[in-house]
């Protein structure tokens, strides 16, 4: 192995742990020093954490964009047999099965919205 490739695993693997103290609830500055105190400089840590955040936004960004257009698929997807478009008009259990879709894609694209205002006061 060359000295390029261990320094990518080395900095990979600071990655993954400043990651799992992500996941136990650690603050930014608790991992920053922490990362210090294994002998990472300050700059370097708040890299790392600063990419960490901007991973992390993404992937927000990701699943709202997932959310928002899946639920506005159900939300269009069941208003067509309410309103006689393209399949006949539903009957009573039909009207309340597509009352009870549209709500789930209410739910639904509402997490959307809200996972993408997050990513967007994250950043």
């Known amino acids: 192995m060359t000295d390029e490739t261990n320094l990518e695993q080395m900095a990979m693997a600071l990655y993954v742990y400043a990651a799992e103290l992500v996941k136990e609830g650690k603050s930014r500055q608790q991992i920053i020093d922490n990362l210090m105190e294994r002998g990472v400089s300050r700059q370097s840590a708040e890299t790392i954490m600063t990419r960490l955040n901007e991973s992390r936004n993404n992937v927000t960004r990701r699943s709202a964009i997932y959310h928002l257009a899946f639920g506005i698929a159900l939300i269009v997807l069941s208003t067509l047999p ?42």
């Open 82 to 123: 309410l309103l006689g478009i393209i399949v006949p008009q539903a009957d009573t259990i039909g009207t309340g099965l597509a009352i009870i879709i549209m709500a789930i894609g209410v739910v639904i694209t509402g997490r959307g919205a809200l996972k993408w205002v997050a990513s967007l006061r994250a950043t």
